[in-house]
């Protein structure tokens, strides 16, 4: 089982500014199967990034993704109000199997 | 709209069973894997498995292999997750979630939060 860790645990920031979220795998996820995901409190998971780079429909083009092999980076370039929020990883590469990383609070 | 609507909140006794449910809307509901997902504040997001409606496969996460039960019924569009018995430690918020129009779990229910307290 790949176990995915993240860093930091917790990222302050301030609005308009750029924000980066790391992601190790404990093994090489294959085919850049990762995902992100934002939690608000109060509400489900939200899919923000698959396939480590590509952006669901509706997400902003403020958030990016990339990596590959074990490191993965979710990037939001210039934060809003609403991105405040928690954001995990997940690797998929033995679909439908899957594991979250521990989540990165992004707060002000 | 599609979506996924779960049951509701959930307060039970320890010993007590308990069966939750997570129905499908506007999709094609027999096609796509249906995630069962627990969230709890000491160990965030987990897994606890799969069942594919379409023929009624199931796979387990081995940390909730025998602690519960996955089924579905496919003329409601709705799968189950129930416990026999019920701890306090099952006490977390569980989802379901799926995937639509992509490889990954793009469409999430609303979430039951359970409760087991003496």
């Known amino acids: 089982e790949i176990v995915m860790t993240q860093s930091p645990a917790t990222l302050s920031v301030s609005p308009g500014e750029r924000a980066t979220v790391s992601c190790t795998a404990s093994q090489t996820v294959r085919n850049k199967l990762v995902a992100w995901y934002q939690q608000k409190p109060g509400q489900a998971p939200r899919l923000l990034i698959y396939a480590a780079s590509t952006r669901a429909t509706g997400i902003p083009a403020r958030f990016s993704g990339s990596g590959s092999g074990t490191e993965f980076t979710l990037t939001i370039s210039s934060l809003q109000a609403e991105d405040f929020a928690v954001y995990y990883c997940q690797e998929y590469h033995d679909w439908p199997l899957f594991t979250f990383g521990p989540g990165t609070k992004v707060d002000i | 709209e599609v979506q996924l609507v779960q049951s509701g909140s959930e307060v039970k006794k320890p010993g007590e069973s308990l069966k939750i449910s997570c129905r499908g809307v506007?999709?094609?509901?027999?096609?796509?894997?249906i995630a069962w997902v627990r969230q709890t504040p000491e160990k965030g997001l987990e897994w606890m498995g799969f069942?594919?409606?379409?023929?009624?496969?199931?796979r387990y996460s081995p940390s909730f292999q025998g602690q519960v039960t996955m089924s579905v019924d496919t003329s409601i569009s709705t799968a189950y997750l129930q416990w026999s018995s019920l701890e306090s430690s099952d006490t977390a918020m569980y989802y379901c979630?799926?995937?639509?129009?992509?490889?990954?779990?793009?469409?999430w229910g609303q979430g039951t939060m359970v409760t087991v307290s003496s």
């Open positions: 979630a799926t995937h639509v129009t992509v490889v990954a779990f793009d469409l």
């Open positions: 069942i594919f409606p379409g023929d009624s496969e199931t």
């Open positions: 506007g999709y094609r509901y027999t096609s796509n894997w």
